[in-house]
């Protein structure tokens, strides 16, 4: 192993703790009761963590969190059945692409990517719209970084009678979600972001009615949620090879959440990462593309520099040499570029991502962040 990874300013996968990583260095019987244990103990944790008790119930899924929202969605969502979804980024529009592939109707709310879900529009959208069944949300689009407003939504999705999915999986874990407060029929998310896990597992939290009604609505028949959930409850198994090194990573990674305060001293830790490294790109001259209030302290996106002499791809190896990996691409319309401030990092590695970023900046010769 190499002495020191870079540290990973990305939105996942990220820099996991030493105990995490060495957690992987067994192996386990995916049939055997040990593993077993592991992936129920895991499972309860993440149901507590969404405030939720014999409501709603784990369902994991191999693969990447792209995975466990389609299959949520083909779960739960019948074909030919309607859904609306909020888009302001990526992530929302890959919820509505689902949709369209698997033959089910979409109605799609959009804002621009630096304002939040419009809760006034959702409203009238329900109220005109009689076929709507579900609301698709994205908690935090991390597209931008930006936080949609969560309780409000949730609100009136319960007020119009329809039922509401949470693509959550740059939050959870860190923003608050209470299923008793809340209503939602699916929670989706992953392994590799807020949990501090590594890449490779997603999982939803489904209210168990929503399930228990879904039997024959997914065509597809590794992405069955019911199926896998019906072959978990019977014998605690998943249906498939599971990825055995992930789950007990996520195990791993769990222990060190609880030791940290949970999701509070999460979000706490974050919160810090996030100031400083606004405070400190703004000391250079960066400005960030979300205003204050609506920024999630996950992602910052910062708008390109004016100054005609930075070059981002020389921005990034100089970073990178420096000993931080950050996002190496664009997901907004806008010409920016994204910093993480989450994984096992802390106010010492932001203070030094941005010594690196002005020690980078002083080598390319540009002498201001400023758009
Ligand atoms: C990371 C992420 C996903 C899943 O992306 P994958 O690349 O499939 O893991 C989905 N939604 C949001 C909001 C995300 O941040």
Wanted: net charge negative.
């Amino acid at each position: 192993m190499k002495a020191k990874d870079p540290y990973l300013l990305t939105p996942g996968p990220l820099t996991t703790a030493a105990e995490t990583k060495a957690a992987m260095l067994h192996d386990w019987g995916s049939r055997d009761e040990d593993f077993i244990g592991t992936n129920a103990r895991v499972g309860m944790k993440l149901v507590h963590i969404a405030g939720a008790t014999t409501s709603h119930v784990y369902v994991p899924l191999q693969g990447s969190g792209t995975f466990i929202i389609e299959a949520t969605l083909t779960t739960l969502i019948p074909r030919g059945a309607k859904a609306l979804v909020l888009v302001n980024g990526a992530y929302g529009r890959r919820m509505a692409s689902i949709l369209e592939r698997t033959g089910r109707a979409c109605a799609v709310l959009e804002t621009q990517e630096d304002q939040p879900n419009d809760t006034a529009a959702l409203d009238a959208a329900l109220a005109a719209d009689e076929a709507v069944g579900h609301v698709l949300c994205v908690h935090c689009e991390t597209t931008s970084g930006i936080l949609n407003p969560l309780e409000d939504i949730a609100a009136i999705v319960a007020k119009r009678g329809r039922r509401l999915l949470i693509d959550a999986m740059s939050a959870f874990g860190a923003l608050p979600i209470n299923a008793r407060t809340l209503p939602f029929d699916a929670l989706m998310a992953s392994s590799n972001k807020c949990l501090e896990g590594v890449p490779g597992m997603g999982f939803s939290i489904i209210s168990r009615e929503a399930l228990e009604a879904a039997e024959g609505n997914a065509e597809s028949l590794s992405l069955d949620l019911f199926d896998q959930w019906k072959a978990m409850e019977a014998n605690g198994q998943w249906r498939f090879t599971p990825p055995t090194h992930v789950v007990a990573a996520l195990d791993a990674a769990l222990t060190l959440f609880d030791a940290e305060g949970g999701r509070e001293g999460r979000l706490m830790r974050y919160r810090e990462n996030c100031a400083i490294l606004i405070e400190g790109m703004r000391g250079l001259g960066f400005e960030p593309l979300l205003a204050d209030a609506v920024q999630a302290p996950i992602i910052i996106t910062f708008h390109m520099p004016g100054d005609k002499t930075f070059n981002f791809k020389a921005f990034y190896y100089g970073l990178k040499e420096r000993g931080f990996v950050i996002y190496p691409g664009k997901l907004t319309k806008a010409p920016s570029f994204r910093m993480g401030c989450i994984g096992a990092l802390g106010s010492d590695e932001m203070r030094s991502a941005v010594a690196a970023v002005k020690g980078v900046m002083a080598d390319l010769g540009v002498a201001s962040g400023a758009p």
